[in-house]
């Protein structure tokens, strides 16, 4: 058998080579991998970039227009935290109402109300008191306590559609009163939370929810002024959908 027709039959396929006039070099495949990686790196910290610049989405329009509404004939008082916060919710970076941050907050210092109606606050899972949490948890678990949640915790709860009552009061008929009247709206769906606050003028009961609050003596409390702020406020600000 000639030696052309042994390679013929031997099953060994051999590679055609490439004519030189149409240039035949392989490009190196580790180069070639170092570049395309470069360029996916410079894409994705290009979106970054953008990304923190890039105002608020469509999607939290009409949560920006409740968040920034004085709304005169609402209970309560308006808080503008765009104003204080220099931004609006669902923007990125520092400009923004309603960042996570693993920090203490200055609310005061902010020049937030006391308590505080918004601002940044805290994003870890809470355990079901104060006490068992970890530091920079919130929102805290719905209901009624008898010992205080850090504000960065519960102002996490007035972003999920929330109603804060804060008291400070040594009438332990008027708080059992209030305990009473929380819970029946706990019972009722409403999302709320309850607690002593002593970071706030004695004989003082406060309601907040997102750029609102109503604060006023003990001494003016009554069981309407507590039921009409649930009713125009609950889920008035639900940019989460709870």
């Keep these: 058998m000639s030696r052309q027709k042994r390679r013929a039959g031997s099953g060994r396929s051999r590679r055609t080579p490439v004519p030189s006039d149409v240039g035949g070099r392989e490009l190196p495949m580790i180069p070639i991998a170092i570049v395309l ?5 410079a894409g994705l910290v290009g979106y970054l970039i953008w990304q923190q610049s890039e105002p608020a989405s469509d999607s939290n329009s009409g949560w920006i227009e409740v968040e920034a509404d004085p709304a005169p004939d609402l209970p309560g ?4 935290l765009q104003e204080i916060y220099d ?3 669902g923007t990125h970076g520092d400009n923004t109402t309603a960042g996570h941050v693993t920090r203490d907050v200055d609310y005061e210092a902010d020049g937030n109300t006391n308590p505080p109606a918004g601002g940044p606050h805290w994003g870890r899972a809470c355990a079901d008191s104060p ?4 530091q920079f948890c919130g929102p805290a678990p719905w209901g009624i306590y008898r010992t205080t949640w850090d504000p960065a915790s519960v102002v996490h709860n007035m972003e999920h559609a929330g109603i804060v009552l804060w008291y400070n009061t040594t009438d332990m008929a ?6 009473n ?3 029946n709206q706990l019972e009722s769906g409403e999302l709320l939370v309850m607690m002593p606050y002593p970071s706030m003028e004695d004989e003082t009961i406060a309601l907040t929810s997102w750029a609102r609050i109503d604060k006023f003596p003990a001494s003016e409390y009554s069981k309407d002024r ?3 702020y649930i009713d125009a406020h609950a889920a008035r600000f639900n940019p989460e959908g709870f």
């Design 181 to 183: 009247v929380i819970k």
């Design 37 to 41: 990686g470069a360029i996916v790196v």
């Design 226 to 228: 507590v039921e009409d």
């Design 87 to 89: 931004g609006t919710y």
């Design 174 to 179: 008027l708080r059992d009163e209030l305990e």
């Design 131 to 134: 006490d068992e949490s970890s």
């Design 77 to 80: 008082e308006f808080v503008n």
